[in-house]
């Protein structure tokens, strides 16, 4: 009788089914590389997750104490976390982008905790918040955070779970799905879509866009640096929303296609406020309309880079003290009456919710460099270690992560500082801090330009 030849996968050895023969092409590469004395592939994955938290869960939005920590009445758009995980070799790192005013001190140590069965360390992370005032507040999501003041911000146990939770997920998401990719970074001056809010001279013109491409063609992710408040929103306003960084992002999104990952990170924003193509219309009108117009001149730079076909990066972290915890004498004229703090508690408020020091972290990723810088840091100071940073390294593409990883406060430099301000009355140590935060991020850029150990 006449027997069915038997199907090609069933004379296979079940051994040559295992998963793990997936990975065969990669661990290949690896070894050819190694025979050959060249670098290892650069390897990257992206992710995208919703972080917008459910109505019923009566989030405060945050940015402006006189909404005395209400909750968002609704949703005007999703505000998201996103992930880019990098390998080459034994190295790993991955930056991560949120729509958030910023995170507070302990909130990265929170996410690690979640992440320790990955092995995840904290100078293998980057978190990036863009500071929209119409999402999570800042305070809301401190654990340390007991006062329970309306003005500053109520801690909200389940909105902090919750935030971990999704930022620990984007991380978990982003390093699932690695790939070699291609990279490639562009820096573009658009003049006349920021400001110096407190009348200076200073301003960043510099756009910095970076293409992250996979090796076997089509797009993975963006990297967008552009400084400038999200303010367009005032307090009255009570709706989530990811504000211009927000729109910008799905404007690139839109007009690059196949599923790319744009990553939207602030620069040294402290003094630096969004200009309008045009006035008129609602807050969210003009945030739309600049988040998208902006989006086509990021879509614009991005279309005019090449990426190189053999990148490599390097992270390094360095920690420094930080100066005294103190308050601006003019603290208790703009914060302290917005806040509704008092003298006699502000010396508790500062020691509880700030640090005493930090940790700065540069990132090299093929030609771009992005130096943390952990608050909200004056202009003319960022532009001054972006100078140095060049300098140093050689690098053509330097951006600040602004706010990165932790808020501290505004970093301001001493002739700022003393001329007060809304801005001085929220840095909390002392006109020292700015220089002390500098050298520190230069020094970070330096032990880049260091040949590795």
């Not at 991560?96 to 996410?111: I, N, Q, R, Y």
Request: aromatic letters at 8%.
């Amino acid at each position: 009788m006449f027997q069915p030849r038997p199907p090609l996968r069933s004379a296979i050895p079940a051994f040559l089914h295992h998963p793990l023969l997936l990975l065969l092409p990669l661990l290949l590469l690896f070894v050819v590389s190694g025979l050959r004395g060249e670098q290892p592939p650069l390897l990257a994955g992206a992710s995208r997750v919703d972080l917008t938290p459910p109505l019923e869960m009566k989030a405060a939005l945050g940015g402006y104490g006189a909404r005395l920590s209400r909750p968002a009445a609704g949703i005007h758009d999703s505000v998201r976390v996103k992930g880019l995980a990098l390998s080459q070799g034994e190295r790993r790192f991955v930056v991560v982008t949120a729509d958030v005013l910023g995170f507070p001190h302990k909130f990265k140590e929170a996410v690690l905790a979640r992440l320790a069965a990955e092995g995840w360390t904290s100078d293998q992370v980057m978190l990036l918040p863009s500071h929209s005032h119409t999402s999570i507040d800042l305070m809301a999501i401190h654990p340390d955070n007991n006062f329970g003041i309306p003005q500053v911000g109520v801690f909200q146990g389940a909105l902090f779970e919750w935030t971990t939770l999704r930022v620990a997920q984007a991380i978990r998401e982003a390093a699932r799905g690695l790939a070699p990719v291609r990279v490639g970074s562009a820096t573009v001056a658009v003049a006349d879509r920021n400001r110096n809010r407190r009348g200076g001279p200073a301003h960043d013109p510099g756009l910095v866009v970076t293409r992250v491409d996979l090796a076997g063609g089509g797009p993975l992710a963006v990297l967008v640096n552009w400084t400038a408040h999200p303010t367009f929103m005032g307090e009255s306003d009570m709706l989530f929303s990811g504000d211009w960084p927000g729109h910008l992002q799905r404007m690139v999104e839109a007009l690059v296609g196949q599923g790319v990952v744009v990553l939207y990170y602030n620069g040294a924003e402290g003094d630096q406020s969004p200009v309008p193509p045009a006035e008129g219309g609602s807050g969210w009108e003009r945030a739309e309309r600049y988040g998208r117009e902006m989006g086509l001149k990021v879509h614009a730079a991005w279309g005019g880079i090449t990426p190189g076909a053999a990148p490599t990066f390097r992270a390094v972290t360095i920690p420094i003290e930080l100066p005294r915890r103190q308050w601006h004498p003019d603290f208790m004229k703009t914060g302290g009456a917005e806040y509704g703090l008092s003298e006699d508690r502000m010396q508790v408020f500062v020691d509880r919710l700030l640090p005493t020091e930090t940790r700065i972290t540069a990132l090299q990723l093929a030609d771009l460099l992005v130096v943390g810088a952990p608050g909200e840091l004056a202009a003319e100071l960022g532009m001054n270690v972006k100078a140095e940073a060049r300098r140093l390294t050689g690098i053509p593409n330097v951006a600040i992560g602004g706010l990165a990883n932790e808020w501290l406060s505004y970093i301001l430099q001493p002739s700022e500082y003393h001329r007060g301000g809304y801005e001085a009355s929220m840095s909390f140590y002392g006109e020292g801090l700015g220089a002390r935060v500098v050298e520190g991020m230069v020094r970070a850029a330096g032990e880049i330009a260091k040949p590795p150990r």
